[in-house]
């Protein structure tokens, strides 16, 4: 299930974001139309109230198109996939 983006209106505090470069980014694997998609970690946001949220590229029905999803972690569709060899850098 895909997450909502951070709203000032909530009144939470803005997520710290965590940025890999272009060609060290760890994965997911997404569970879509019965079938486990690789997706490219773009950006981590870790909330004050413990939520993980990581932003993908992923390709949502096999096809060409790639789409850029918002996922809370853990959840039942992700997995996790190969890690990257670079530790991220804090964006915020």
């Not at 569709?77 to 990257?84: E, K, Q, W």
Request: charged share 15%; glycine share 8%; net charge positive.
């Amino acid at each position: 299930m895909e997450s909502d983006p951070w709203n000032p209106a909530t009144g939470a505090p803005l997520p710290v974001v965590w940025c890999w470069p272009p060609g060290a980014r760890p994965a997911l694997l997404v569970r879509t139309a019965g079938q486990w998609r690789y997706a490219p970690v773009q950006t981590r946001q870790d909330y004050a109230d413990g939520r993980h949220v990581y932003l993908v590229a992923v390709n949502l029905d096999g096809a060409t198109t790639v789409t850029v999803r918002r996922y809370a972690w853990p959840q039942p569709g992700l997995r996790v996939a190969p890690g990257s060899p670079v530790q991220p850098t804090r964006s915020r």
